[in-house]
């Protein structure tokens, strides 16, 4: 059966980017048929426009079909997976209220019309920032549907780290696995290597080798490089990491559909797991099993990752009570 999929802010960037590899199946599998709902607001309705006229002539065989619109409740119908891309950007002179003013507008509808029009097995993963907070507005908004179908993407902060931690090693980045993202999405995230392995095996003594204080190595260049990655790309390219964070979201939703055979990282709802309050959209070491996001349980934090993990966690908590002082939820 095809799979309706509703992009919003289609007609930007990441949207563009990330539109022909999802008909050429790179997300949900080459026999997988999909219909493509590209959502967006007026402004933005020719860009997503002319996305669909190149898309037509891409003469995907997997595509069914695409749709523009600016109405949300047409958007969703019947959709299967949602990625929620668009989102206001932080302008000049912004205070981090307004920010989040200005996309509680935006996700707290895009929730109810999820509720409303979305298929019941609806997936939704959210790219556009404050991403993890987004997701919280638009779960919360979408009476009915289980918080577990809200995520948020923190894939791409995964695959920087994984990249990062590969070159140090100068191994190939496939060989490289368990290095998970926790907390916000944001600059105070923890990309975790304690666990991380290199072709199955713990890399802890290569590291040693080849930094000695490994600690200091994750402190003063490992960490900044990962969160910072996205300013260096800035500054390089002269414009923001695009193809990279639309590559990272069909990770996300490919392993949300088909499965992990390893750990991975997504923002998902804690139930209270690892003493992150309940409720927050928080990224954790995940495996998806059944379709499912499966939190890895039993990892030990040292007081090192722990404090690490519980200053994420407080951004986040910070930014539910400043979206919930709003009455976002
Ligand atoms: P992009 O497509 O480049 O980015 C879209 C969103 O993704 C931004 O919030 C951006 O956050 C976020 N993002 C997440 N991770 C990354 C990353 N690693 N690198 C870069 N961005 C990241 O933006 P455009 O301005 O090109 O396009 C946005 C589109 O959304 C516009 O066409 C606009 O019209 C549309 N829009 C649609 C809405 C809707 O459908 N209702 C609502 C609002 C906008 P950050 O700003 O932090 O970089």
């Known amino acids: 059966m095809t799979k309706t999929i509703t992009i919003t802010g289609a007609g930007g960037q990441i949207g563009y980017a990330m539109l022909f590899r999802i008909a050429a199946g790179d997300m949900l599998g080459s026999d997988e048929h ?77 929730g109810r019309a999820i ?92 590291l040693a080798a080849a930094f000695g204080d490994v600690r200091a190595w994750q402190e003063q260049t490992f960490i900044p490089r990962v969160a910072k990655r996205g300013a260096e790309i800035i500054e390089v390219r002269g414009s923001s990491s695009v193809a990279s964070a639309a590559s990272a979201a069909i990770d996300h939703v490919r392993d949300w559909v088909h499965g992990t055979d390893d750990w991975t990282s997504a923002g998902v709802v804690s139930h209270g797991e690892y003493g992150v309050p309940e409720g927050l959209i928080c990224s954790f070491p995940v495996r998806a099993v059944d379709g499912t996001w499966r939190i890895v349980d039993g990892l030990e934090l040292d007081d090192w990752a722990r404090a690490r993990v519980d200053a994420s966690v407080t951004e986040l908590v910070e930014e539910r009570e400043a979206v919930r002082a709003l009455g976002l939820i």
Do not use: K, Y
Not at 47 to 68: I, K, P, R, S, Y
């Open 34 to 110: 999909v219909r493509l709902r590209l959502l967006e607001i007026p402004q933005g309705m020719g860009a997503a426009e002319g996305a669909a006229l190149e898309l037509q002539d891409g003469a995907f065989a997997l595509l069914d079909g695409v749709e523009v619109t600016d109405d949300p409740a047409v958007a969703f119908d019947g959709a299967n997976i949602a990625l929620l891309v668009g989102a206001r950007p932080r302008g000049p002179g912004m205070e981090r209220g307004d920010l989040l003013a200005a996309n509680g507008g935006i996700f707290g509808p895009q």
């Open 115 to 206: 509720a409303a029009h979305a298929a019941s097995d609806v997936r939704v993963a959210v790219v556009g920032n404050p991403a993890n907070t987004n997701a919280l507005i638009a779960s919360s908004a979408a009476d009915g549907v289980p918080a577990e179908q809200f995520t948020a993407l923190t894939r791409l902060d995964e695959n920087r780290a994984r990249a990062q931690l590969a070159q140090a090693l100068h191994t190939p980045v496939g060989a490289v696995r368990r290095v998970p993202i926790w907390g916000n999405h944001s600059a105070t995230q923890f990309p975790d290597i304690s666990h991380a392995t290199l072709d199955g095996e713990p890399v802890a003594e290569r």
